[in-house]
């Protein structure tokens, strides 16, 4: 069995979460490649070393001084180096790094050392190889990474190691210059050595118990979800639930490689398992998550015997289309259809889009109203169990909060309500309450 294993930067942000994650490691055999992100807060007040980079970067592309920064950056690693009593001297590393910085290396190159540092101690904590990611994981020119070569390249290069560790966040471009992904990628990067390991098993470590039900700001002590498929991940990471970067899911989902959820602070709890499939649920809650988000717009047109007018959608469409808007619902009704949409995508293109829409359908109205929030209830359980709209439905009339907006999806596995925002809150918790507090 061949687990590959990610760590979060709280995992790794002193030394004695650097001791948990090692003993970690070291008690399972199989937890063979390891992948760690650069050391995160301490604190709620304290600074992520990510964040710090950046910070010197555009410090020293103003031509200031960053000697004092950088040096917060250093103490950061050598008080792990010290206080894990290693025998690793960092010093010429960080002098060049410091260097390149101040010959504008560039701000990718600056973000990624974050990891880089950290895998070099992490390797030596763990006496594994340390593979360089700018060796094995490659972009295309237009930034996006080339998937099949670092599959490929990073494939080879690991099947000479039977242990190793690959820092995350970073590969390199076709023009050798160091590029980072998005914040947050070194899930991305545990994933692309999953897939290239043929591994059994990405386990992602964090400092939450797993993906939970519900929000916590919204719902008090949500329950973990145990297990979850990529396409119910999927439909409540869009709907604002963040635990794993999005991008993480496509390499292992590709080579059907369930994700392990875990917590570096509570390694006895067994987290939240994503999988390609389950045919199995917990029948007595049915639903799998509730997630949502603020800020959605509808716009409502209206046009006598829309119904019997063909093209009207596409006309419709059409007009966002040339906005460069991209739309999340499309409730209609005969002689109405709504296309529902983020506010901030409306931004400044209000008056062009009602206009345009008066010129190219000719309705008889258009409104916009804002203020929407959309909700997902989100569960493969759902397509067996009848009742459940139902019962998501009477949940939130007995809540005494009106529906503005109701969607099943086609694959039956999520249904959208929108409602004010003001409900936002009281509509999660009695959906949340119907399945969970029974
Ligand atoms: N260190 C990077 C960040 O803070 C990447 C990561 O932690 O995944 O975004």
Not at 33 to 59: M, N
Not at 192 to 221: C, H, Q, S
Not at 299 to 312: A, H, L, Q, R, V
Request: net charge negative.
């Amino acid at each position: 069995m061949v687990k590959v294993v990610k760590f979060g930067g709280s995992s790794l942000a002193d030394a004695a979460q650097f001791k948990k994650v090692m003993k970690i490691i070291n008690a399972e055999n199989d937890r063979k490649y390891v992948v760690p992100s650069a050391p995160g807060k301490r604190s709620s007040d304290d600074i992520k070393v990510t964040d710090l980079l950046y910070r010197c970067y555009e410090t020293a592309a103003k031509g200031e001084d960053i000697t004092e920064m950088f040096a917060m950056i250093t103490d950061r690693y050598n008080t792990i180096i010290k206080d894990l009593e290693l025998d690793l001297d960092l010093s010429e590393t960080f002098e060049k790094i410091k260097n390149s910085m101040i010959h504008k290396a560039g701000r990718d190159y600056a973000a990624s050392r974050g990891e880089y540092l950290n895998g070099l101690i992490m390797a030596k904590a763990l006496g594994y190889k340390f593979i360089d990611a700018a060796d094995v994981i490659f972009f295309k020119d237009d930034g996006s990474l080339d998937s099949e070569k670092t599959n490929t390249v990073l494939g080879d290069v690991l099947k000479e190691h039977e242990n190793a560790v690959i820092p995350g966040f970073y590969g390199i471009m076709p023009n050798d210059t160091i590029k980072t992904f998005s914040r947050g990628g070194s899930d991305i990067t545990g994933s692309i050595v999953a897939r290239a390991v043929e591994a059994d098993l990405y386990e992602n470590w964090t400092d939450v118990d797993g993906f939970l039900m519900a929000d916590p700001r919204v719902v008090k002590n949500p329950c973990t979800i145990s297990k979850i498929t990529y396409r119910e991940l999927r439909e409540l990471s869009y709907m604002g639930a963040t635990v794993l970067h999005e991008d993480a899911i496509f390499p292992v989902r590709t080579a059907g490689i369930p994700i392990n959820i875990r917590n570096t602070n509570h390694p006895e709890e067994a987290g939240t398992m994503i999988v390609a499939k389950s045919d199995g649920y917990d029948h007595h809650k049915v639903i799998t998550g509730i997630a949502g988000k603020h800020g959605f717009s509808v716009i409502n047109i209206e046009k006598d015997m829309m119904n019997s007018e063909i093209g009207f959608g596409r006309k419709v469409l059409e007009v966002l289309e040339k906005e460069h808007i991209s739309f999340e619902h499309l409730p209609s009704g005969i002689d109405t259809m709504s296309v529902v949409i983020a506010t901030e995508a409306l931004e400044g293109k209000r008056d062009r889009i009602i206009n345009n829409l008066y010129a190219a359908c000719s309705p008889d109205s258009v409104t916009i109203e804002d203020g929407i929030a959309l909700i997902a209830v989100v569960g493969r359980g759902m397509k067996n169990e009848k009742g459940t709209a139902a019962r998501v439905l009477k949940s939130i009339a007995n809540a005494d909060v009106n529906i503005r907006i109701i969607d099943q999806g086609s694959s039956e596995h999520n249904i959208i309500i929108g409602v004010d925002d003001e409900d936002f809150e009281k509509t999660v918790n009695a959906i949340y309450a119907e399945y969970v507090s029974e």
